[in-house]
């Protein structure tokens, strides 16, 4: 395994009342992509809020490239080049593509100063975002705003990107589109942890997995070895890949 760019240790998340995390121990290598599994309910969208600081761990600590992140509010973990696309994506639906994307892209006031490369970059890995450019994202398909959402985290270069389901609710044709997307960033080493329902999505692109259970990792290592071994998929989810 290459080098940890995200390491959680014994990390512990309170809501209120509810201890949802209960030691979460977690890996996520630089360059590579992690995915992150387990039933509804076990603790993986709170893991992933956790790290971008929207939760405050309660015990434990999070790391990123050897700095200790644990305590910083969400805007400090963010400008250290960490993107989150979370599971309701965040569009802001008045607003144009254009405008979602210029909210993103720090470096610039206006979209005339936004990175006319990256932009194409952009357009190329998700073309309906070109297409709707001056569009109301609210009147975007499912598909489409999800595009977006992945599109506007990575306006500028990010390190680390964290998304949850970016699959979910989209049609095969969408899903195959980020699955191409995902594989083309990782191609430009971009780390990424993934949570991911989708059985297709995750065998093709994580190099990682780690599966969750009750608020703990209870599984740790290679897609590939996870995808090979039947018995282990229907011990940890009750299904098989």
């Known amino acids: 395994m290459s080098e940890a760019l995200l390491t959680l240790a014994g990390v512990h998340t309170h809501i209120g009342a509810y201890h949802i995390l209960h030691g ?15 039933r509804n309910g076990a603790g993986k969208t709170t893991t992933l809020r956790t790290i971008m600081g929207l939760w405050r761990a309660s015990a434990g600590s999070i790391h990123f490239s050897g700095r200790d992140i644990t305590a910083l509010a969400t805007p400090q973990v963010a400008r250290l080049n960490i993107a989150y696309v979370p599971e309701t994506m965040g569009i802001f639906a008045d607003l144009t593509v254009k405008e979602n994307m210029l909210l993103a892209a720090t470096n610039a006031k206006h979209a005339g100063e936004m990175d006319d490369a990256r932009l ?98 209870v599984h740790a290592g290679s897609m590939a070895d996870f995808a090979a071994d039947d018995e282990l998929q229907r011990s940890l989810m009750g299904l098989t890949l």
């Open 24 to 38: 979460v121990d977690l890996t996520v290598p630089r360059g590579q992509l992690t995915m992150l599994l387990g």
């Open 120 to 217: 194409k970059w952009i357009f190329s890995l998700f073309p309906a975002v070109e297409k709707f450019w001056n569009y109301p994202a609210g009147k975007l398909s499912g598909g489409q705003k999800q595009m977006l959402a992945v599109a506007r985290a990575i306006v500028e270069p990010r390190e680390l990107l964290i998304v949850d389901e970016p699959s979910k609710g989209l049609a095969p044709a969408i899903i195959n589109n980020m699955i191409d997307a995902f594989a083309e960033l990782k191609s430009k080493g971009v780390s990424i942890l993934l949570v991911e329902q989708n059985i297709h999505f995750a065998k093709r692109l994580g190099d990682q997995v780690a599966v969750m259970e009750d608020g703990r990792v």
